[in-house]
């Protein structure tokens, strides 16, 4: 049995919605964590990159890493290949607040974890595989 788009779309939206409660009081925004997730993943990239890939303007996410900037979580180095860009490196700080938004995360959704009927545990810890898989296929899309 093949699970339906649209059912897909609607649990994966609760997610998502549930990752921003999880996030709540951490201090970072949905897409600050994204850029420092993808400088942290990926390494290094343009500023013109990180707006493509987190589906914003150029301007906001200009406003966005003068933010980062500013409290020391990401730095501008010169590009190597051409000396009138720059390319965008996560701070060791940039690490620490990712570590930390991610174990605040992680502790909260333990907790709802443990309410879980154990069924259901291993339905979703079973489903990480396929999750990643359609991710990494999305992610070699764009």
């Known amino acids: 049995m093949t699970l339906p788009a649209a059912e897909l779309v609607t649990a994966i939206e609760s997610v998502t919605r549930l990752m921003k409660q999880l996030s709540q009081g951490t201090g970072m925004s949905l897409t600050a964590a994204g850029v420092l997730s993808t400088l942290d993943r990926l390494g ?4 013109t ?3 493509a890939s987190e589906n914003v303007s150029q301007p906001a996410m200009t406003q966005l890493i003068s933010r980062l900037g500013d409290a020391g979580l990401v730095e501008r180095v010169a ?3 051409d000396r009138r860009a720059v390319q965008l490196h996560i701070t060791d700080a940039g690490r620490a607040q990712l570590a930390y938004r991610r174990r605040v995360k992680t502790e ?3 907790e709802l974890l443990s309410g879980l009927d154990p069924k259901h545990h291993e339905a979703l810890t079973a489903a990480i595989p396929a999750i990643n898989a359609l991710t990494d296929q999305a992610g070699a899309l764009s």
């Open 108 to 110: 909260r959704l333990e």
């Open 44 to 47: 290094p990239h343009r500023l």
């Open 49 to 51: 990159e990180l707006a």
């Open 79 to 81: 590009d190597d290949a």
